[in-house]
Nanobody, 115 residues
Framework: QVRLVESGGGLVQAGGSLRLSCAAS????????MGWYRQAPGKQRELVAT???????NWSDSVKGRFTISRDNAKNTVYLQMNSLKPEDTAVYYC?????????WGQGTQVTVSS
């Protein structure tokens, strides 16, 4: 079993920055994928970015150039640095992990960007 704990959400003005963190604990295989999805009110959950343990990344076009994903494999932690935030980035952000072929989700952290 794997547990994901997110932190770092909050309220920020448009143009501001936030950094999300997600720490994984439990039985974690060295080769895995971690990342972030988000869900805005009334919309489906969508990909933000993912990163493999080998640091290959996958991105949503809507955040490219503004957000940066990174990870610390020794700490089983993934980070999302969000810059130049826009009101349309407002959503609940969910940490995601695929470990040994099983998908896990965090509880979500709210990010609100005011105009």
């Amino acid at each position: 079993q794997v547990r994901l704990v997110e932190s770092g959400g909050g309220l920020v003005q448009a143009g501001g920055s936030l950094r999300l963190s997600c720490a994984a604990s439990g039985s974690i295989f060295s080769i895995n994928l971690m990342g972030w999805y988000r869900q805005a009110p009334g919309k489906q959950r969508e990909l933000v970015a993912t990163i493999t343990s080998g640091r290959s990344t996958n991105w949503s076009d809507s955040v490219k150039g503004r957000f940066t994903i990174s990870r610390d494999n020794a700490k089983n932690t993934v980070y999302l640095q969000m810059n130049s935030l826009k009101p349309e980035d407002t959503a609940v952000y969910y940490c995601h992990m695929i470990n040994r072929g099983v998908a896990y989700w965090g509880q979500g952290t709210q990010v609100t960007v005011s105009s």
